[in-house]
């Protein structure tokens, strides 16, 4: 990434009172997202920083913040800042109100960065105006590493993308489609080739599908083929992901949370150069070059 981009690595922390806008929306303590916080915190006490809070939200069932509570015991972490209704509104009371006393931001919430919620767009502007320090974390850092290397990798690109929220991707797909050779279409979006009972791509398809995968030479993939939770109906995301792995020259980039799962699911994690935290954010970040979270620090 560019040298001018406000870093943690570079950032003064000894000593300070340092507020950090982590990723609790997990369903498991073993992922990316937990991994991203416990680096940061790690790395914040290795710097000396005299206080560390770790802000953010959760919509699934599982209790993140209480186990990152018992491995980092003079942390203090707060995953309930959806709860407030100032968060979505961006709202200026409730940013400062989170900003407290805090010398520096970290933001490393990347997946949630394409959100202009209080935590993420207000929080940093409160602490800058008052002279502090506004930085992105490792993990957020080198999404933006990898994600560009989309664009700027050279060779046949093709784009993978489907699942059940289709209106970003629709709307990617279309703004994106001149960027890439191919689009590969699954899931719910308009024109996908399907089985007679809906729930996965035809076998025609897979077979189209596949071609086109072993002549790229960089692969972004955002999104299921159909219902893979179902063993019935994963044969086309199965497939096209081993087909996507199957290609050794290609640069592989995948985000969203199906698509990780998926990938996980069929063991295929380690042969993807680069798996994203953030699947909205991921589109938004390579269509447009930035987010709202990152223009923030910036």
Known sequence: MSESLP?????????????VRGDFDVDDGNNPRADSIRSVVTFLKEKGAAKVRVIGHTETKYDLASQLRTEFVDVEFDSEVRNNP?????????????????????????ATSHRKHASIVGVPKVIRQRGGQVVVGQRFEKELEM??????HAGKRILVIGGVKIDDKQKFAEDMQDKFTA????GLLPGVKLREDGLDISDEAIEEYVKEIQTAEVILAAGVMGKYEDTNCSKGTETILRAITDNLGAYKVAGGGDIEMAISTFGLTE????????????????????????????
């Open 7 to 19: 870093s943690l690595k570079n950032a003064d922390l000894f000593g300070k009172r340092v507020l």
């Open 271 to 298: 042969k993807f150069n680069w798996i994203s935290v953030g699947g909205g954010a991921m589109l938004v970040y390579l269509s447009t070059g930035t987010l709202p979270g990152l223009l923030a620090v910036c």
């Open 183 to 186: 689009i590969l279409k699954g």
């Open 86 to 110: 100032g968060e979505k509104e961006n709202s200026e009371e409730y940013a400062t109100e989170l900003a407290g006393d805090f010398e520096v931001y970290v933001n490393e919430a990347f």
């Open 147 to 152: 994600l560009s290397t989309v664009w700027n």
